[in-house]
């Protein structure tokens, strides 16, 4: 099982960004996928979630109205469309897959970092 993600990098304040992550080697459609993201220090969050039975999105509060989470299933790839980005965006952004049955996978991360 790979997941694999791409699309960060450094921006300023109010850019936008749009994290990919492709996965392979399970049943893309089984997985619920979400992002997560983690600074020095401090605990992984999670920021966004899409649950594929159902497709509803759920997002952490502070990014709510900011970003997107979306999946293409062809693709058997889930993106994090990222706007009006802050400072306090700036992390390590990780590719989460969770099955029903409690399987679960992650990602490399992909840093982003935001800066004037």
């Known amino acids: 099982v790979q997941l694999v993600e791409s699309g960060g990098g450094a921006v300023q304040p109010g850019g936008s960004l749009k994290l990919s992550c492709v996965v392979s080697g399970l049943t893309f459609t089984d997985y619920h996928m979400s992002w997560y993201r983690q600074t020095p220090g401090k605990e992984r969050e999670l920021v966004a979630s899409i649950d594929h039975f159902t497709y509803k999105t759920d997002y952490e509060e502070s990014v709510k109205g900011r970003f997107f989470i979306f999946s293409d299933d062809v693709q058997s790839t889930v993106y994090l469309r990222m706007n009006n980005l802050k400072p306090q965006d700036t992390a390590v952004y990780y590719c989460?897959?969770?099955?029903?049955?409690?399987?679960?996978?992650w990602g490399q991360g992909t840093q982003v970092t935001i800066s004037p």
């Open positions: 989460h897959a969770r099955a029903n049955e409690g399987a679960v996978y």
